[in-house]
């Protein structure tokens, strides 16, 4: 039997940053399928990161993409830091893209387990007290 190579923490980050991109373009894929255009991937400032950007219709989205072994254990990675960077980041991208925006804003969780996406809209609205995403409702 073949001793089990250990991977660096240097070698754990890159394989868990590729995972991490493979989920965003599969979940961009899964938006275009849903008929939505995406406008913007891995949209960064100093305040935080949206992992994509879409719109069908009237609607915005702000997703935050979350690859686990199970949904739940997706859904329960997207923290209470994890939705206010997203909004933070969104107002940023509002600003410099859409200042005048009219129509709706939603802001989506895409979880992947399994190689399979779960779309949770409305996941939560940034100024809530409590953490929304994880209230249980999407399970």
């Known amino acids: ?3 089990q190579k250990r991977l660096s923490a240097f070698e754990k980050r890159q394989r868990a940053e590729r995972a991490g991109r493979r989920a965003e373009i599969f979940a ?3 938006l275009m399928i849903k008929g939505y255009r995406v406008l913007a991937w891995r949209f960064r400032t ?3 990161e949206v992992d994509l950007i879409a719109r069908r219709g009237s609607t915005l989205i702000f997703v935050e993409v979350k690859a686990r072994s199970t949904h739940e254990e997706a859904i ?3 923290t209470p830091q994890n939705e206010a960077r ?3 980041a969104a107002v940023i991208w509002l600003a410099q893209n859409a200042p005048h925006y009219q129509g709706n804003i939603r802001y989506d969780v895409i979880t992947f387990a ?11 609205r940034p100024g809530w007290n409590q953490h929304s995403v994880n ?3 999407f399970f």
Do not use: F, I, T, Y
């Open 1 to 3: 039997m073949a001793a």
């Open 28 to 30: 961009a894929l899964w």
């Open 46 to 48: 100093q305040e935080g």
């Open 76 to 78: 329960w990675a997207v």
């Open 86 to 88: 997203v909004s933070e």
């Open 114 to 124: 399994k190689n399979w996406p779960k779309h949770h809209k409305d996941a939560w």
């Open 135 to 137: 209230q249980g409702r």
